[in-house]
């Protein structure tokens, strides 16, 4: 009965080859964010979507892309992944009500060699 | 604007003992207020939340929290702690205005340790 799935949940990926992350939720949820949680650091905030409405965060940078084909899904692409962006990545939904919190997936722990 | 300070950032408490993890919170609106329990290679999990009403709430595993106006405060208490609460916890405030609607602004979070 997981509600928020993040596949895969380890990536090691190259220094500059392109990698995409995957976040599905069976919440039905209007809202799905990414963030960013580097080692013993709070998760920051990279975007979110509120149904197909995208919000990019001021700070995240271009190299950091996100598509959510469907309610269902949402991706996360990383065009040229650097040695900085070795963290683990969290995707988390939430209904339109703001009072109920954010849902979390288990994260996809990336490495970048 | 908001932000959270969670004060230590390592607690160390004895199988049994009371637990206490401390935030503060800064908001220009009535904030909506959470503790998260993160455990190793793990996401998030929520604790538990305010956000109207009673100011002393209760989450799940045997935690609770208070809401305090005056002292701009959510501190998270258990009173007695258990090996299986080892983890970091973060405490996060969600907007309801502005650009911080809908997002949460977390605290630098705290380890706690618990020892036999």
């Known amino acids: 009965d997981a509600m928020v799935i993040q596949n895969p949940r380890y990536q090691v990926t190259q220094f500059g080859k392109p990698v995409t992350l995957s976040c599905s939720q069976t919440?039905?949820?209007?809202?799905m964010y990414w963030y960013q949680q580097k080692s013993s650091q709070a998760p920051k905030l990279l975007f979110h979507?509120?149904?197909?409405?995208?919000?990019n965060e001021a700070d995240t940078p271009d190299n950091f892309q996100s598509r959510r084909p469907n309610t269902s899904f949402c991706f996360l692409d990383i065009r040229s992944p650097g040695l900085g962006d070795a963290a683990m990545y969290l995707c988390?939904?939430?209904?339109?009500?703001?009072?109920?919190?954010?849902?979390f997936g288990p994260g996809t722990r990336l490495t970048v060699t | 604007a908001q932000s959270v300070t969670q004060l230590g950032s390592h607690v160390s408490v004895s199988e049994g003992a009371l637990v206490l993890l401390r935030c503060n919170y800064s908001?220009?609106?009535?904030?909506?207020l959470f503790w998260y329990v993160q455990y190793p290679n793990q996401g998030l999990q929520l604790l538990l939340k305010?956000?109207?009403?009673?100011?002393l709430v209760k989450g799940i595993n045997g935690f609770e929290a208070e809401f305090k106006k005056s002292e701009t405060s959510f501190h998270l208490t258990k009173p007695s702690a258990h090996m299986s609460d080892a983890a970091e916890y973060f405490c996060?405030?969600?907007?309801?205005?502005?650009?911080?609607?809908?997002?949460?602004?977390f605290g630098q979070g705290t380890i706690l340790t618990v020892h036999p």
């Open positions: 988390a939904t939430r209904t339109g009500h703001l009072g109920v919190g954010q849902y």
């Open positions: 919440l039905n949820h209007n809202v």
């Open positions: 979507y509120y149904d197909k409405d995208f919000n």
């Open positions: 908001s220009s609106v009535p904030p909506y």
């Open positions: 305010y956000t109207t009403g009673a100011t």
């Open positions: 996060a405030v969600g907007g309801t205005g502005g650009t911080s609607y809908g997002k949460l602004t």
